[in-house]
């Protein structure tokens, strides 16, 4: 066994303060961080196969790494020669949602633990599979671990800090590549795809563009244009190597007239201002008292501020508000933030007149206090006076 | 409410034979199959958010087309607006699992339905959305209706077979690409990581390669070089506008001897073979039985030889066999095969000393018999004379 690539200590704690015995991941953002990045080549886009799914399983006994178990399907097994895994046990024969959870259930029986507390992703775990899992365990008390899992990932080691780092510098890199590409006449559809492929061009897998143009705050590819005087807003995800870069920034064709100047000034304003507690030991909470402060200040209506964890999800802990579209306790608002805690901090004015106005940022707790990510590019940044021919 | 893009009849009909009286479908290829290609473009690459996933529920209750739902998040309402979707009741007000299926639910109960046969996709279905389910459906017999939808999409419409064409075409175009760019010294991975980018640039979505060099029959992306003299395998999957293009082809660095020509060739001959029964009204074993045939004849061992319906997903129907990796029953061996179903035919040779000699190809099945999609660079494909330097 090679060492686990996790804080097995920590996951220990909180396996035993949720009242876990045996952990069985299923989703492959978890199985990827539980085997420090490991996931199916073949389906990494895709999971149906047949009328059944691929379902990656990763089995860890409390305080027993030595005992941890990975089920994977028969496919990874390529993979698995290249690069291989640190469980003890690691099998690549399954080929769905139901032997794959009938492998590891075998595995967790194996261990004397099939009358235990088993915790199990309840959203990443099929039905067909609680099925398989509760025939192969009748007795055994079946745990969420969702939330478990999502404070374990919290803390971001150095590496997945480059990583995150990295994927907001690409994502930056690839929008200015759009905006000197793309001018009058350019469809939202045609920048969309440009960005994909600008992403995709730097190593890493493109997640989605929103993007409005014009006075319309209609943030969906279409074939509206871009056209001269119109705002433009780009807001991508972009994944590298399992970490997400999520970014908003503006662009103009021409020159943006005073009104526009101080719309984004002011939204740089508020970022910077709930940039400004960030650091150790403060609570999450003051992130949002930081924003307001700021907001009863503005001049421009209506703005929206959301802060939140991310990494390798979208939202992740710290989640720091129940209000808006994110339906979390606010309990990391009563929290400290901690080093390595990594946060997409976002301000949006839906201005009714000039348009959609936005900038999304990544920003992490360090041990000084706090760093951005790609900190540039934050301003009005210029389209193309010609738009290249689109892509095919 | 506009008509359904498939056909309901049909839907009707399958419906009835499963007993089932509602369907609410929850996987990302049947919701896009029954809306007409909708794909919340936010949620295409990852489902994970927060300790929660995405999950988009369609209702249909059997023979009432005018009474089916979509409930989408709350991120797609964008995306409807630019592209209307045909049911009479579309919401895009959820998150996550739970109230997914929570307001699915209230419109099954709406339509009177919630102590009828509700037919789910288990694999599909979350287990804490099937709990969900269960809490508003106390008295609801729930139902696998995943063989059922595998049917409904058996066979394709002209716009899904143009769709699958362009996708096999689009791949062959990207391999080539590929070899013409890579030479001695690149590294599977270079190569693999070159493909994704060849396919994204033809406006795919790349899902995988899998690569063998040289004598290893290994085919994960790795620093395996590929040499002079060495055999190149490169079996990719990309999806273009949500269909599958399959396809394996080969390639050397210098020229092949003739046992090279030879083992290509007869692969060559064991694929024709397996075309050659393929028409309207023939059972779906004769395709195995054909290719059977062709394998007795064979000198190089050992060939592995597979068949199986594809579209939206990898493996669907026709299933034509339980050998090998499907673990499928095989009835549709004895089922007459139809206009518009869809084959991936494989037929692979591990050679001991020579390494992995694969072809693999998509065959439609036409009125007057069969089309093979993207028929070229069937021989031993030439790789460049110096390899470019490789992509960041």
């Not at 007795?139 to 800090?161: F, G, Y």
């Not at 908003?248 to 740089?268: C, K, N, W, Y």
């Not at 936005?358 to 900190?375: P, S």
């Amino acid at each position: 066994m090679s060492a686990p690539p996790f804080d097995a200590a920590h996951l220990d704690r909180l396996m035993d303060e949720a009242g876990i015995d045996v952990l069985l991941a299923t989703s492959k953002h978890n199985v990827q961080y539980l085997l420090g990045g490991h996931r199916a080549l073949f389906f990494d886009y895709m999971d149906a196969i047949g009328v059944s799914r691929y379902l990656p399983a990763f089995v860890y006994p409390k305080g027993q790494p030595d005992r941890a178990a990975y089920i994977g399907h028969r496919i990874e097994g390529h993979q698995v020669q290249v690069a291989p895994l640190w469980p003890n046990t690691v099998q690549t024969k399954s080929w769905g949602a139901t032997d794959s959870i009938e492998k590891a259930m075998a595995h967790v029986h194996g261990q004397g633990l099939s009358s235990g507390r088993i915790g199990v992703e309840m959203a990443f775990l099929p039905a067909i599979s609680a099925e398989t899992l509760r025939a192969a365990a009748p007795n055994a008390m079946v745990i969420d671990a969702a939330p478990m899992l999502d404070r374990l990932r919290a803390c971001k080691s150095e590496h997945e800090l480059s990583l995150l780092r990295e994927a907001s510098e690409r994502v930056i890199d690839s929008m200015l590549a759009v905006l000197a590409a793309h001018g009058p006449g350019s469809t939202k559809r045609e920048m969309a795809e440009a960005l994909r492929r600008e992403e995709t061009d730097r190593g890493m897998q493109f997640e989605y563009c929103l993007i409005a143009a014009g006075k319309s705050h209609n943030r969906a590819p279409s074939d509206h244009r871009w056209e001269k005087g119109d705002v433009l807003s780009l807001d991508s995800g972009g994944n590298y190597r399992g970490y997400i870069g999520d970014i908003a920034r503006m662009a103009i064709l021409g020159s943006p007239d005073a009104e526009l100047e101080d719309a984004l000034a002011e939204i740089e304003t508020v970022q910077r201002a709930a940039f400004a507690p960030v650091r150790p030991g403060v609570l999450g909470g003051e992130i949002y008292a930081g924003a307001e402060a700021a907001l009863k200040k503005c001049k421009f209506k209506p703005i929206e501020f959301v802060a939140h964890g991310m990494g390798l999800a979208t939202h992740e802990v710290p989640h720091l508000t129940s209000r808006g579209p994110t339906p979390y306790p606010d309990d990391d608002a009563r929290r400290p933030l901690e080093p390595g805690m990594v946060l997409s901090v976002e301000t949006t004015l839906m201005h009714p007149k000039r348009g959609f106005i936005k900038l999304e940022d990544t920003v992490a707790v360090t041990r000084a206090g706090f760093e951005v990510f790609a900190d540039r590019a934050r301003g009005w940044n210029r389209g193309a006076d010609v738009a290249a021919r689109p892509a095919a």
